[in-house]
């Protein structure tokens, strides 16, 4: 069993900024990747940002230098800081982490989603 705890939601004003952090801890044995995504009811789950084990980061256009991801793999734990939050930023945003499970296979496993609110 492997759980995904995030924290950080909020609601803050445009312009504000906001630290979201997941940890995770379970049954798994190398991360190789930690990321985050974000859904609007209604639309399809989207990528933010992700970090590799060997520490590739991607961001997704739209945070253009706002947001910044980073990670502890020994703590099994990923942040990611968002500065300059805009209204359309207001999302549920999902921690993911790509790892070994113990059965040597790669899975994915997903947050419940914390919730971050931009008011104009």
């Known amino acids: 069993q492997v759980q995904l705890v995030e924290s950080g939601g909020g609601l803050v004003q445009a312009g504000g900024s906001l630290r979201l952090s997941c940890a995770a801890s379970?049954?798994?044995?190398?991360?190789?990747?930690m990321n985050w995504y974000r859904q609007t009811p209604g639309k399809e789950r989207e990528f933010v940002a992700s970090i590799t084990s060997d520490g590739n980061i991607n961001y997704a256009d739209f945070t253009k230098g706002r947001f910044a991801i980073s990670s502890d793999n020994t703590k099994a734990t990923v942040n990611l800081q968002m500065n300059s939050l805009k209204p359309e930023d207001t999302a549920a945003y999902y921690c993911?982490?790509?790892?070994?499970?113990?059965?040597?296979?790669?899975?994915?496993?997903w947050g419940q989603g914390t919730q971050v609110t931009v008011s104009a």
């Open positions: 993911n982490i790509e790892a070994i499970n113990r059965y040597n296979w790669l899975s994915s496993y």
């Open positions: 379970g049954s798994f044995k190398n991360i190789k990747a």
